[in-house]
């Protein structure tokens, strides 16, 4: 099948539409065998109709779109086969244990049940459930149910995973649960594809990503080539009085730092020395109601590429 | 890979979800059937007396047993088409689950089509033995009421599921119950024959399933068989099916492949 060097999933000029809506608008994109390759982008950036097509359920409507070599539109069947999908919205039942949950869909596959039987057993146990095993999934919490549902997508020992949104609406801690996961399979040799409006989320996991707004993707490279090229190592996030803030800070900044954004409630500045320019202004004489010095995030390459932020 | 061994797959899931509920099931589909009986096969058959049908005479429970048979086939089939199906693709997502796997449209068109029919076949099997312990099956041929009660409502639970999977709210079930089934139900021929309706009215029986269903499984429990008209009855429900299924595989593709 797709022999060293050659895409597990290769697009170009790749193209979605919904009757005059363009959701995925002319996008090319290569991912190689192990790596951990993301989608960053805003709801409605054309993420989730991406990973639909290359999930073979959405069909192309236009370019090329090869997904181990073979055509999404010929060979769905096969192409499903090899794939192990984490959809935005779980799609586990919830009546059913959390073990039957694992053996009904493995059968999906055409599995064995014996070979299931071990089957469930080694992935409730890989993302921590053996002890729920023969309880329904109903009363499970939101990260458990998720967990349910990569153990599930694994089922088919899947070459690629796609994984739509996969720490969306968790709380943090289970979303670290979650990533731990994610990262041993990474280790492990999985090949990754994920969507995410979170920044960290990208960071965390992504070897490499694409930015994506409406239907198109403005940039691609590692969080941090992205993060080197289209913003500045910290930035300063001020926050004036009502009222407070001067029109003219360009005037104030002069020299200082390399691009200011404003935002409706702060301001943010960019420079590579977030300390020393916070010093020089407070020597100039600018007197912000508070002040913050962090690391630039893929946030501010959002901001920077699109005007706008991720998460409205 | 042969297709039915792909069918089969999503098949046994609709298994292990109804493995929850069978017990409630298994009691409604014994005890309704025995009530309706009661009521309205002895009941009303005291009250009655005989009734004339196509020349000959039998008890008014002889006469209705069969349409009930068919009758409660369109029934359970109406039900399981409607919310089950809006279901799997709404609210417990399960089309969507099966669709990211090898499963294609037809597997779970097909698979889903065959679970209503097994679910068909066992309750027209207790309703059948239930007839039979009432004394009104008069040949062993009227075991064939059996496919016939499960094929009525295959050509109810196809066109149903078609328009489920079109629909965006269930309200929609609600009118269908109301204004079409419940009317087949009473204006069928289960109760009486349809040539006591008004003249208009009998040809619109005429064309429903049901009638058909009604009238072959009648035939085959009475021992009255009209060969024609039995191949007639058995030709308009298999090409119904034919035309539902069709129709439900283009409106699941069109619902769930965007």
Redesign the interface.
Known sequence: MSSNGQPLIHARDLVKR?GDFVAVDGIDFDLQRGEAFGFLGPNGAGKTSTMRMI?C???VTEGTLRILGLDPARD???I??R?G?V?Q?D??????TVR?NIV??G????LGRKQLAKRADELLEFVELSERANDRVEPLSGGMKRRLTIARSLV?DPEIMLLDEPTTGLDPQARHVVWDRLYRLKRQGVTLLLTTHYMDEAEQLCDRLVVMDRGKIVAEGSPRDLIEQYSTREVLELRFQDGNQPDDLTYWTEGLVSRIEPLPDRVLLYADDGDAASHQLHERGLEPESVLVRRSTLEDVFLHLTGRSLIE | MSSLAFTARPYEFFFAQYKRVWRATLVSSVVTPVFYLLALGVGMSSFLGDVTFRGNTYDYLEFVAPGLLAATAMQLASFEASWPVLSAIKWTRQYHAMLATPLRIRDVVLAHQGFMASRMLMTSTVYFIVIVVFGAVHSPLGVLAIPTAVLTGLAYSTVIAAWGARTENEASFVAIFRFVILPMFLFSGTFFPISRLPAPLEWVAYATPLWHGVDLCRMLTLDDIVVWLALLHAAYLLAFVAAGLTLALVSYRRRLVV
């Open positions: 919904f999930g359920v959405s069909p769905g069947v096969k499903r086969g794939l999908v959809p919205l799609t586990l039942d919830m009546e059913l039957e009904i869909y059968r999906y596959f055409g088919n």
